[in-house]
């Protein structure tokens, strides 16, 4: 990872302040869905590495499926609509659904995509939201956020499933990228 921390201006949460918050997370939804048939829906692919660290810190019976969705491009924010890319492999009727994220920052994601409604017609028991990261400052779009790991300021954070241009999604923490990476600052 050598490399890649060269392009870290500070580390904004380490792997150990992840991992009490996730089983934290875990626990308080251990709780909540005692006795329900929990199914996790995580969106490719940031959410992916926080999935893998909840779902393990979850001690009841719980299934997972993967959602890809289109980025809302400067075309596809034009058109107001973030394609399904791909769709889940098993139904959720009567399931409980928690969608991952990494982070719902403008909340575009998951408000353009209309994977919150789409799930809710095909009939699931219940539709809620868990996100590592919320960034409410950066909202355009009102997202219901039922479970956060952290709120973060308006900073450029990469690591822990989340990248800039495909890069630093390996990192195992979760830092700040230096202004001159991206062009800012
Ligand atoms: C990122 C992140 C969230 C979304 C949040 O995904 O993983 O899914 O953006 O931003 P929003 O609230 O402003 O929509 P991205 O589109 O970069 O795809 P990726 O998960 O494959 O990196
Ligand atoms: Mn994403
Ligand atoms: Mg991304």
């Given at each position: 990872?050598?490399?890649?921390?060269?392009?870290?201006?500070?580390?904004?949460?380490?792997?150990?302040?992840?991992?009490?918050?996730?089983?934290?997370?875990?626990?308080?939804?251990?709780?909540d869905?005692?006795?329900?048939?929990?199914?996790?829906i995580?969106?490719?692919k940031?959410?992916?590495?926080?999935?893998?660290?909840?779902?393990?810190?979850?001690?009841?019976?719980?299934?997972?499926?993967?959602?890809?969705?289109?980025?809302?491009?400067?075309?596809?924010?034009?058109?107001?609509?973030?394609?399904?890319?791909?769709?889940?492999?098993?139904?959720?009727?009567?399931?409980?659904?928690?969608?991952?994220?990494?982070?719902?920052?403008?909340?575009?994601?998951?408000?353009?995509?209309?994977?919150?409604?789409?799930?809710?017609?095909?009939?699931?028991?219940?539709?809620?939201?868990?996100?590592?990261?919320?960034?409410?400052?950066?909202?355009?779009?009102?997202?219901?956020?039922?479970?956060?790991?952290?709120?973060?300021?308006?900073?450029?954070?990469?690591?822990?499933?989340?990248?800039?241009?495909?890069?630093?999604?390996?990192?195992?923490?979760?830092?700040?990228?230096?202004?001159?990476?991206?062009?800012?600052?």
């Amino acid at each position: 990872q050598m490399d890649l921390e060269e392009d870290v201006a500070e580390v904004l949460l380490t792997q150990e302040q992840i991992a009490t918050r996730v089983a934290e997370l875990g626990a308080q939804i251990s709780q909540d869905y005692a006795g329900k048939d929990l199914m996790l829906i995580c969106i490719l692919k940031g959410a992916n590495i926080f999935l893998a660290d909840l779902v393990r810190q979850i001690t009841i019976p719980v299934a997972y499926d993967f959602v890809a969705v289109s980025s809302y491009g400067a075309d596809t924010k034009s058109s107001g609509v973030v394609r399904i890319l791909k769709d889940l492999d098993e139904s959720v009727e009567s399931k409980h659904v928690l969608v991952v994220e990494d982070i719902v920052d403008t909340g575009l994601t998951l408000r353009l995509s209309y994977l919150l409604e789409n799930l809710r017609s095909r009939r699931a028991a219940s539709v809620k939201v868990c996100t590592l990261l919320d960034k409410p400052v950066r909202r355009r779009v009102d997202v219901p956020v039922d479970y956060f790991g952290f709120k973060v300021e308006d900073q450029f954070v990469v690591g822990y499933g989340l990248d800039y241009q495909g890069k630093y999604r390996s990192l195992p923490y979760i830092g700040v990228l230096k202004p001159e990476i991206y062009g800012g600052g």
